[in-house]
């Protein structure tokens, strides 16, 4: 009921608008507007942050993305059973038969080992984003999109036949 005492107001109040000033003889515009089919994209460094503008805005809708604790889990051994990945800042660390759990946020591991079964469970976040670009992969390749089991995370496993020591470092979250 109250969008639509306001919508008549409004119209109500244009009405007005014209009758009184619109038939004066001369009126002047006084709005400027861009050309909004010449305007290019952003362009961004390799170092610079671009924000695009959106057509539809969704308040509160992109997750923010915290910042990784400073303390620095060295040289620790993590073995037969689950590690959440999101906040883990671990140097030199072992993982051996594993189940990692994902959600998106900031993780920093560097010059770890991984040994044996390694199982990644992605949820929240992190499934959304490896939906959609498994999505847009497909589309890519005109398939239809691989199928979708709402609300359970993705679920990948690998094994380690020998020992594989690497770096893996999400690109926010990280101290500067």
Do not use: W
């Not at 109250?2 to 709005?31: D, E, P």
């Amino acid at each position: 009921m109250c969008k639509v005492t306001v919508a008549l107001g409004s119209f109500a109040l244009g009405i007005c608008s014209v009758l009184l000033f619109g038939f004066s003889g001369s009126h002047t515009s006084t709005i400027v507007q861009s050309p909004s089919s010449q305007a290019k994209p952003p362009q961004a460094r390799p170092d610079e942050k671009v924000e695009m503008k959106s057509i539809v805005i969704v308040r509160n809708a992109i997750p923010v993305v915290p910042a990784l604790p400073d303390a620095d889990l060295g040289d620790m051994l993590i073995h037969d059973g689950p590690q959440t990945l999101d906040g883990l800042n671990c140097s030199g660390c072992k993982f051996k038969n594993v189940v990692f759990s994902y959600g998106g946020g900031p993780t920093r591991l560097v010059n770890c080992s991984f040994e044996g079964t390694i199982q990644l469970t992605l949820t929240g976040a992190a499934a959304n984003t490896a939906r959609t670009v498994a999505y847009l992969q497909a589309v890519s390749k005109r398939q239809g999109p691989p199928p979708l089991n709402p609300n359970l995370p993705i679920m990948r496993t690998t094994i380690f036949s020998s020992p594989f020591t690497g770096d893996l470092i999400t690109p926010f979250g990280q101290p500067k």
